[in-house]
């Protein structure tokens, strides 16, 4: 099982920005693919945003395409997601997962490691 611990999220007004940041001990494993997930009580959880650990390939899903930005850096073992030009909609819990081999690089069935949240609220 491996240790995920997501920080930075925050209240922010719309159009602001927040980094979240995800300490991900594997990071550096060629073998996973780490992403950022977030869910609503009226949503199920939906990818937002992944990078290969092998290649740096990032993804990310049309809704956040253009404002948000995957990244890591290896010898701190983190990942992060910067977030711009923030919406009221993307008010969420935002989770960090990682998963080995991973084919369907945003589906959450993916990925059996996850951290417990970090929850990002955007005022408008």
């Known amino acids: 099982q491996v240790q995920l611990r997501e920080s930075g999220g925050d209240s922010v007004q719309a159009g602001g920005s927040l980094r979240l940041s995800c300490l991900a001990p594997?990071?550096?494993?060629?073998?996973?693919?780490i992403a950022w997930f977030r869910q609503t009580p009226e949503k199920e959880r939906e990818g937002v945003a992944s990078?290969?650990?092998?290649?740096?390939?990032?993804f990310y899903a049309d809704s956040v395409k253009g404002r948000f930005t995957i990244s890591k850096d290896n010898a701190k073992m983190t990942v992060y997601l910067q977030m711009n030009n923030l919406k009221p909609e993307d008010t969420a819990m935002y989770y960090c997962?990682?998963?080995?081999?991973?084919?369907?690089?945003?589906?959450?069935?993916?990925?059996?490691?996850w951290g417990q949240g970090t929850q990002v609220i955007v005022s408008s």
């Open positions: 997962a990682a998963g080995r081999w991973v084919a369907d690089i945003l589906g959450r069935r993916e990925y059996n490691n």
């Open positions: 594997v990071a550096a494993d060629s073998s996973y693919t």
């Open positions: 990078i290969r650990t092998s290649s740096g390939r990032t």
